[in-house]
């Protein structure tokens, strides 16, 4: 490895010339080509040269030379029984494939079978650019700033694929309550960077039956997380890092709850748990689980991690 790198860089593309390099029909044709060919846990998955051709329509063989060329030692390898996708060659090629680049499908606000914890009431689900919007019909939510929002989670658009909408709630939350695990655990879920989340107690905090005018906020603690690297950003009450705590489980499941953080009653939980103050320590917040009348609180400290768990 050179003085000064960190062996990740050596190969690096920089992005305007990786645009450039993809940014082409016959080049944009070999990386799906070499796709198509791919078979997972095949023993060898190189395309020879003259069936990479045949499987590219293009006529010339010196222009598809040429293109074969500008993506080999960066989308494509070259190995001794012929081509084959790299590591950003698949990057590229999924990103088009799962349709995060060229598909936008959206849903209509659809009624769900879960009910608001807060009034109720049925919900909704849409998707709109990426999103799934899970709003209540009847009340203002936990963001009445933003009409009635209960949350709202990313989701691909391959996440629409042969779901109804109740299925399109259960897929997102399966997926996006994991990745907001893996950014508390310190790994970006996007790109795999470091992460640092911080939690941010409100000083002055006052929501009413509304938002703190202070914080924007309903709640008392919102955790942040946000990746340096390629700004994939998370924000959530606090119950989160909580969520998926053994001693909240185990708590849980000795009063014979089965706590899966990944689901909607998981959620509708943790909004529920009373957050507080901890005393002489302003930037830390406590929740306090109740079930049956027995208790369990959880400390988090400045960096959304549960640093005491009382009894
Ligand atoms: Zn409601
Ligand atoms: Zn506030
Ligand atoms: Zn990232």
């Given at each position: 490895m050179a003085p000064g790198s960190n062996g990740g860089d050596r190969d690096a593309l920089p992005p305007d010339d990786a645009f450039t390099l993809a940014g082409n029909g016959t080049r944009m044709a070999i990386l799906r080509a070499l796709w198509d060919a791919y078979e997972p846990y095949a023993s060898d998955n190189a395309v020879p040269f003259s069936e990479l051709f045949d499987r590219v329509d293009v006529e010339d063989t010196g222009n598809f030379n040429y293109h074969l060329g500008k993506l080999t030692g960066h989308f494509v390898r070259r190995t001794d029984a012929g081509y084959e996708l790299s590591a950003p060659g698949f990057r590229i090629v999924r990103a088009v494939v799962a349709g995060g680049v060229t598909g936008n499908p959206a849903l209509a606000p659809s009624r769900v079978g879960e009910t608001c914890d807060r009034c109720g009431s049925p919900v909704a689900v849409a998707y709109e650019d990426g999103i799934t919007w899970v709003r209540c019909r009847s009340c203002e939510g936990y963001w009445p700033q933003r009409g009635g929002e209960i949350f709202g989670f990313g989701l691909p658009p391959n996440g629409l694929r042969g779901r109804d909408p109740d299925g399109v709630l259960d897929a997102t939350i399966a997926y996006s309550i994991r990745r907001f695990e893996t950014m508390i655990d310190g790994v970006c879920p996007e790109c795999g960077a470091p992460v640092a989340a911080s939690l941010a107690v409100c000083?002055?905090?006052?929501?009413?039956?509304?938002?703190?005018?202070?914080?924007?906020?309903?709640?008392?603690g919102v955790v942040s997380a946000v990746c340096?690297?390629?700004?994939?950003h998370w924000r959530s009450p606090g119950y989160a890092p909580v969520s998926h705590h053994p001693a909240l489980i185990s708590f849980y499941d000795d009063r014979g709850v089965e706590h899966v953080p990944a689901t909607w009653a998981a959620i509708e939980r943790g909004f529920g748990w009373v957050e507080e103050r901890v005393p002489g320590a302003p930037d830390r917040l406590r929740l306090v689980v109740g079930h049956d009348g027995h208790e369990r609180r959880f400390t988090l400290d400045r960096t959304a991690t549960v640093v005491d768990v009382e009894r």
């Open positions: 000083d002055d905090h006052d929501p009413g039956e509304g938002v703190c005018d202070a914080c924007g906020s309903r709640f008392l340096d690297s390629c700004k994939f």
